[in-house]
């Protein structure tokens, strides 16, 4: 699943590629992947595009934002007449031509320019929402502070842990107290931080909620620095894959980066990977 560093790469992509571009027609191949009227959105221009956790916001100049999650195998791609549409899944090569068999919704702009909603696995979707509404659906509330913001401070992190007997790993996956943090960059923050992704998160001391704010921060920057991980069927706007895998330190690893051995387990259904040398 696409996480900060995917979601915020595709986020600074529709910013740069799509900011002042018209939605002229909406076309939708799967119903129940797209919430809303489309005349709400044709027509509108868009002005921005923006970020919660995982979930993008690309706000139109109508009152309208479109609020798209792409959840585990959701694309966004951009194709113009000057630039070579490519996507694809774990399944498929990555470079076929848009549309294609996974393409379930595309937005055409007044340019003739293209953005196509790609997903394998059909569990992303579209919503159309009323801009002034969207802290329904985004607000404080709903998703934790995000590592890197004033508001993700230690003293958050040990009140949130101290009251909690889960696995850390899964404590910092839930997007209700943390957002942003998947899998990968959850596996390799602990690593960094040397905790075990076992450890319940109460047990944690004061030095170690410090050194695992420190590291999920650490690696969610190396993750945007490489622009995402495409362990998977992630691409960036333009269909092009993210690099992140080349310097994970532990996540699907055989050895950790001082030669020890990785060991793989299950956590909450999610594959967890650790060094009991280099982890407590």
């Given amino acids: 699943m696409p996480e900060l560093p995917e979601v915020e790469t595709i986020r600074k992509g ?3 590629k799509l900011k002042g571009k018209k939605i002229s027609d909406v076309e939708i191949k799967v119903p129940k992947l797209f919430i809303g009227d489309i005349n709400d959105i044709i027509g509108g221009k868009i002005i921005d595009a923006k970020r919660v956790a995982k979930v993008l916001q690309i ?7 479109i609020i798209v999650h792409l959840k585990m195998t959701g694309q966004l791609i951009y194709k113009d007449d000057k630039s070579k549409a ?19 919704i595309t937005y055409t702009f007044s340019d003739g320019s293209h953005l196509y909603f790609n997903d394998f696995r059909k569990f992303g979707w579209n919503k159309v929402v009323k801009t002034s509404e969207i ?3 985004l607000g404080p509330d709903k998703y934790g502070p995000e590592p890197g913001k004033k508001e993700f401070t230690s003293k958050y992190l040990k009140k949130i842990f101290s009251k909690s007997n ?4 899964l404590v910092l996956m839930d997007q209700a107290k943390i957002s942003g943090v998947g899998n990968i960059y959850a596996n390799d923050g602990l690593y960094v931080a040397g905790i075990m992704p076992t450890r319940p998160a109460k047990s944690l001391s004061d030095n170690e909620i410090s050194k695992l704010k420190n590291a999920i ?3 969610l920057k190396l993750g945007l620095e490489y622009g995402g991980s495409s362990e998977n069927t992630y691409v960036n706007i333009e269909g092009k894959k993210g690099r992140y895998m080349e310097v994970t330190s532990i996540y699907q690893k055989k050895t950790d980066p ?3 051995a990785v060991k793989r387990i299950t956590i909450g259904g999610r594959g967890t990977f650790y060094c ?3 982890q407590k």
């Fill in 14 to 16: 529709i910013v740069e």
């Fill in 217 to 219: 921060e650490k690696v």
């Fill in 59 to 65: 706000v139109l100049d109508n009152g309208n934002s």
């Fill in 86 to 104: 490519v996507g694809g899944h774990s399944q498929k090569a990555y470079d076929q031509p848009l549309p294609h068999a996974y393409t379930h």
């Fill in 135 to 137: 802290d329904k659906i």
């Fill in 258 to 260: 001082k030669g020890h």
């Fill in 166 to 169: 889960k696995a850390i790993k």
């Fill in 276 to 278: 009991d040398i280099c």
